[in-house]
C-alpha cells in the first residue's frame, strides 16, 4: 500500500481545491458535484502496472463537500516548505494576498508560521529547506 492522498472536508469543494492546486503548483484529476481530486503535475497518470512504480507516486489531495462547518483546531494538518533559493516571507505573502489567514493555535514562538485556508483549516509554512 501507499499513502494515496490526504482527503479535506469543505463546503466549497471547487473553490478550495483549485486554491491548493494553485497553492502547491498540482492540476484537477477528477471533479464532480460531491469531490474533486489534485495531484502534483510531475504525477504519473496512466495506470501503473508494477507495484514500485505505484509506491514512488506522489500524494494527492481530495476535497469532498460536508454540510457542518470547521469549529475546533485541525488534528492533523499540512506542513509546506519553500525552497532554500525562495523567499519564505515572500510566499507567506502570496498565500495571504490569496485568501490564507493568519492563526494562533497556542504555537507561541515558533520557526513556523501558521496559517488557515481559506475555509479555516490550518497548515504551517516551516522554514526553508533544501530537501
Known sequence: MRWYSVVVDCHDI???AR??????????????DRE????????QLEPM??????REQP????????????????????DLAPHTSQDRNAEIERLLARGATTVDI?????????????????????SARPL
Open 14 to 16: 471547487a473553490a478550495q
Open 59 to 78: 500524494q494527492g489531495m481530495v476535497f469532498v463537500q460536508v454540510p457542518e462547518s470547521k469549529t475546533v483546531k485541525n488534528r492533523l494538518h499540512i
Open 19 to 32: 486554491w491548493w492546486a494553485e497553492t502547491l503548483d498540482y492540476v484537477i484529476v477528477f471533479e464532480n
Open 49 to 54: 502496472e508494477d507495484v514500485a512504480t505505484f
Open 36 to 43: 474533486v481530486a489534485i495531484v502534483p503535475k510531475w504525477a
Open 106 to 126: 497556542g504555537q507561541g514562538e515558533s520557526s513556523w508560521t501558521v496559517l488557515a485556508d481559506p475555509e479555516g483549516n490550518e497548515f504551517c509554512v516551516l
